[in-house]
């Protein structure tokens, strides 16, 4: 009897094992599990602004009392619009930069510059970053990628973790 308890015991051992190592190769449940940011958005605008749902931040620039930082993520629905809208614009497909170039010597500066602009999308084995500053050299481009970028911001400033935020005090001229 005591030999039926330990094979058995030793099945059951073996069982869960079994049980256990499948469960760590299949690596795209435990991603899901662990990581509810399928797409990836490195967003940063609008001088100091910065959505990262790499590190499931948030950051407002504050202007004259510097920026605040908080925990911040997207729905699964949110995710899949911006993912949707991403392809519906191309965005995958878009130069890596749409920085302005000079060309025309009647150009037009705005000061102050706001600096590089950038958006990453990142979802599963597909990834993409575009730098830009002005909508000069690539005005098509730039009007796709602004669809995007806005739906974006919509979507950030609807959620109560950024509505809670402090109002900026001050602006950039």
Not at 17 to 38: G, M, R
Not at 89 to 106: A, C, N, R
Not at 127 to 155: C, H, M, V
Request: charged share 25%; net charge positive; hydrophobic share 40%.
């Amino acid at each position: 009897m005591k030999f039926l308890h330990i094979i058995v015991f030793s099945f059951l051992i073996s069982l869960a094992a079994f049980s256990c190592a499948e469960n760590v190769t299949d690596n795209s449940s435990l991603a899901t599990i662990a990581d509810p940011q399928n797409v990836k958005i490195l967003y940063k605008y609008s001088f100091n602004n910065e959505l990262n749902t790499f590190a499931q931040k948030l950051t407002k620039d504050l202007v004259l009392d510097g920026t605040i930082t908080v925990d911040f993520w997207l729905t699964d629905s949110e995710q899949m619009r911006i993912l949707e809208m991403a392809d519906q614009i191309g965005f995958f497909d878009m130069p890596d930069s749409l920085s302005y170039k000079k060309t025309d010597p009647k150009t037009i500066y705005i000061t102050p510059i706001l600096g590089v602009q950038s958006l990453k999308i990142k979802f599963g084995n597909k990834g993409k970053e575009i730098f830009w500053n002005l909508p000069n050299s690539f005005p098509q481009e730039y009007a796709k990628l602004q669809k995007l970028t806005s739906l974006i911001e919509k979507i950030i400033k609807s959620k109560k973790e950024f509505k809670d935020l402090p109002a900026a005090r001050g602006r950039y001229c």
